[in-house]
């Protein structure tokens, strides 16, 4: 089972910076997309960025330029560093693990499984 804590979270000005973390326990595979997502109040989910298994970087087109998304497959850990934050990016941040159908570690996976961390706030004040 894999369990997901992020942090970094907390309130900055507009224009300022905050660099959140992601650090995962139990099995992550190089194989796994590992990413951020948002959800803002009375908004869907969405995603912000993520690190596919080929080294691919996405990220929304409301991000690009102001947000990096980077990986650390050693540790375990993702983390979110955000330049240039407006009002709108607050929202609560969740670390997310996609993990492909496949057979991994001794344990096949017929669909595709998600993991949540349970969200950390970012409050961009104007």
């Known amino acids: 089972q894999v369990q997901l804590v992020e942090s970094g979270g907390g309130v900055v000005q507009a224009g300022g910076s905050l660099r959140l973390s992601c650090a995962a326990s139990?099995?992550?595979?190089?194989?796994?997309?590992m990413g951020w997502y948002r959800q803002a109040p009375g908004k869907q989910r969405e995603l912000v960025a993520a690190?596919?298994?080929?080294?691919?970087?996405n990220y929304a087109d409301s991000v690009k330029g102001r947000f990096t998304i980077s990986r650390d497959n050693a540790k375990n850990t993702v983390a979110l560093q955000m330049n240039s934050l407006k009002p709108e990016d607050t929202a609560v941040y969740y670390c997310n693990v996609l993990r492909a159908p496949g057979y991994y570690s001794g344990r096949s996976y017929s669909t595709s499984v998600n993991y949540w961390g349970q969200g950390t706030q970012v409050t961009v004040s104007s």
């Open positions: 139990g099995s992550i595979f190089s194989t796994d997309t």
């Open positions: 690190s596919t298994s080929g080294g691919r970087l």
